[in-house]
């Protein structure tokens, strides 16, 4: 990750080079992937550790974020139609937006693959604690709960001990509006993370499956009992605002 004023410093390099090889500095969408070519030569330059780090990251059968294609005439246009409204010359404010914005799409684009990968691969591996893990996030998100707690159940089974696996469960039973259980089990996983029993997530399963850039599920005691707060709230609106409307 570089940081704020290596970015600046980095932006202002591809700014100098696109100035020294272009006359005209009209925003264009040819310019566009021109900006992304230098900044992939300047990154290389500049960052040779991190490229080391990418190119050396394991193999995997799962998307790779590293495997997008921000040269495309696809992704430029959709850079060029979010920004030319707002810019007509390259300038290093506009170079900086061209990369969050291909950054934004670029994650835009693994998320998707990274979700079909998953929802594809997860049946057909129910001992491996990991992959159900991250497959529970995926439906967590589309608000699949139920699915979401059979798979976490799974990782569950091989590792009882996780605070991540253990938060994710209380939070789909609260979801599923099973409150008493789900309470019981936010209560554990604070249990584990305050008296560091908490043993994380394992990859010990085919390594050639795991995601070289999972979107991983975050805890902390803070999270835990925020997510208990808001147990409490949903159970008092149950307790005296719904239930007397039954009664």
């Given at each position: 990750?570089?940081?704020?004023?290596?970015?600046?410093?980095?932006?202002?390099?591809?700014?100098?080079?696109?100035?020294?090889?272009?006359?005209?500095?009209?925003?264009?969408?040819?310019?566009?992937?021109?900006?992304?070519?230098?900044?992939?030569?300047?990154?290389?330059?500049?960052?040779?550790?991190?490229?080391?780090?990418?190119?050396?990251?394991?193999?995997?059968?799962?998307?790779?974020?590293?495997?997008?294609?921000?040269?495309?005439?696809?992704?430029?246009?959709?850079?060029?139609?979010?920004?030319?409204?707002?810019?007509?010359?390259?300038?290093?404010?506009?170079?900086r937006e061209v990369f969050e914005v291909n950054s934004q799409f670029a994650w835009e684009a693994y998320r998707k693959r990274y979700t079909d990968y998953l929802l594809k691969i997860y049946a057909d591996h129910p001992e491996d604690e990991y992959i159900n893990y991250l497959t529970a996030i995926v439906l967590?998100?589309?608000?699949?709960?139920?699915?979401?707690?059979?798979?976490?159940?799974?990782?569950?089974?091989?590792?009882?001990?996780?605070?991540?696996?253990?938060?994710?469960?209380?939070?789909?039973?609260?979801?599923?509006?099973?409150?008493?259980?789900?309470?019981?089990?936010?209560?554990?996983?604070?249990?584990?993370?305050?008296?560091?029993?908490?043993?994380?997530?394992?990859?010990?399963?085919?390594?050639?499956?795991?995601?070289?850039?999972?979107?991983?599920?975050?805890?902390?005691?803070?999270?835990?009992?925020?997510?208990?707060?808001?147990?409490?709230?949903?159970?008092?609106?149950?307790?005296?605002?719904?239930?007397?409307?039954?009664?």
């Amino acid at each position: 990750m570089l940081s704020k004023s290596k970015l600046q410093e980095s932006i202002r390099e591809i700014y100098k080079k696109y100035v020294n090889r272009h006359v005209l500095s009209a925003f264009t969408l040819e310019s566009i992937q021109d900006i992304l070519e230098i900044g992939n030569e300047v990154f290389q330059k500049n960052n040779p550790d991190e490229v080391d780090r990418i190119r050396s990251r394991p193999q995997s059968k799962a998307p790779d974020i590293m495997d997008d294609e921000p040269f495309s005439l696809d992704r430029a246009l959709k850079i060029y139609q979010r920004l030319s409204r707002h810019y007509e010359e390259v300038t290093p404010e506009l170079i900086r937006e061209v990369f969050e914005v291909n950054s934004q799409f670029a994650w835009e684009a693994y998320r998707k693959r990274y979700t079909d990968y998953l929802l594809k691969i997860y049946a057909d591996h129910p001992e491996d604690e990991y992959i159900n893990y991250l497959t529970a996030i995926v439906l967590y998100d589309q608000k699949k709960f139920k699915e979401a707690l059979k798979c976490i159940n799974i990782s569950l089974t091989y590792n009882s001990s996780s605070a991540v696996y253990t938060h994710l469960k209380g939070l789909c039973l609260m979801q599923l509006g099973e409150l008493d259980t789900a309470r019981t089990y936010l209560y554990q996983a604070l249990f584990l993370v305050e008296l560091r029993q908490d043993i994380p997530p394992r990859m010990i399963g085919e390594q050639e499956l795991y995601p070289n850039y999972p979107i991983e599920f975050r805890t902390s005691s803070d999270l835990i009992r925020n997510d208990l707060t808001k147990l409490d709230d949903v159970d008092n609106i149950f307790q005296y605002e719904f239930l007397p409307l039954i009664n």
